[in-house]
């Protein structure tokens, strides 16, 4: 974690267009510049649910992600988890309201797919349950929805695509 926070430090100060001079435990830079600069402020993406690791990001960055195992891909989790970053942003001295939230969402487009050992508990939506999933996420405080497909091949991509593009969501 320590090293995560002095990376973080360098990356966030590069990304703001900053020079960077540092002499840390783990990293030392001296006088570090992006080059070519950004075109335009970069937004930063938090994913995680430790106290510590929010504790160090919710302060700098404009996003917050949750995997699906971590509320356990349905809206009324997400719903109780996204209350907890609240909660954790008050307390890292930033206003909830400016935190945006994405939420991963596992999506299970063929039934024989391998399901990863780290998944077993959490149930899939399917796709003809996705755009009511997606509804109620919006309403839980999602801002945005990261689709996990199960299997992720580019037929399922392709599948899961036309689905989209034919109106059905």
Known sequence: MSRFAESFEIVRWLLGGERVTLEGRYWSVDDAVLLPEPARRVPLMAGSIG??????????????????????????????????????????????????????????????????????????????????????????GADEAILILRPITEASIRELGAIVHFGHL
């Open 51 to 140: 106290p510590r690791m929010l504790g160090l990001t919710l302060p700098h960055v404009d996003w917050w992600n949750t995997w699906y195992t971590w509320y356990g891909n349905t809206a009324e989790g997400f719903a109780e988890l996204n209350a907890r970053i609240d909660s954790a942003c008050e307390q890292a001295g930033r206003d909830p309201r400016e935190v945006q939230r994405s939420a991963a969402v596992l999506v299970q487009l063929d039934s024989a797919a391998v399901k990863r050992p780290h998944d077993a508990d959490t149930a899939p939506i399917v796709p003809e349950d996705l755009p009511a999933m997606l509804r109620d996420l919006e309403a839980a």
